[in-house]
């Protein structure tokens, strides 16, 4: 079992930037595919950015693309979500989550990590 823990969240004006880290332990990091969504306030979780096994193919929602960029280190374990750009509408809680299927990380990954807030102030 994939354990995920989020780091780099807090406090950023508006056109600034941030960038999440998800440290993963647990069974072996490279055979899964990772992703970010997102929980703003008052509405319903959503995916934003995915990325596959060996960091070839990544993927993202059209409400970051080209301002995020997803990518992996497996020889650290970690994989990270950079944030240039950033507009008040970002604010939200951000969660890093693993799968063994890429099919399944922008729906349902099996793994999730407890979330960590970004607030972006204007």
């Known amino acids: 079992q994939v354990e995920l823990v989020e780091s780099g969240g807090g406090l950023v004006q508006a056109g600034g930037s941030l960038r999440l880290s998800c440290a993963a332990s647990?069974?072996?990091?490279?055979?899964?595919?990772m992703g970010w969504f997102r929980q703003p306030p008052g509405e319903e979780r959503m995916f934003i950015a995915a990325i596959n096994r060996t960091g070839t193919g990544t993927y993202y929602s059209d409400s970051v693309k080209g301002r995020f960029t997803i990518s992996r280190d497996n020889e650290k374990n970690r994989f990270y979500l950079q944030m240039n750009n950033l507009e008040p509408a970002d604010t939200a809680v951000y969660f890093c989550?693993?799968?063994?299927?890429?099919?399944?990380?922008?729906?349902?990954?099996?793994?999730w990590g407890q979330g960590i807030t970004v607030t972006v102030s204007s």
């Open positions: 989550a693993a799968d063994s299927n890429i099919h399944n990380i922008a729906t349902a990954p099996s793994t």
């Open positions: 647990g069974r072996p990091y490279n055979l899964a595919a």
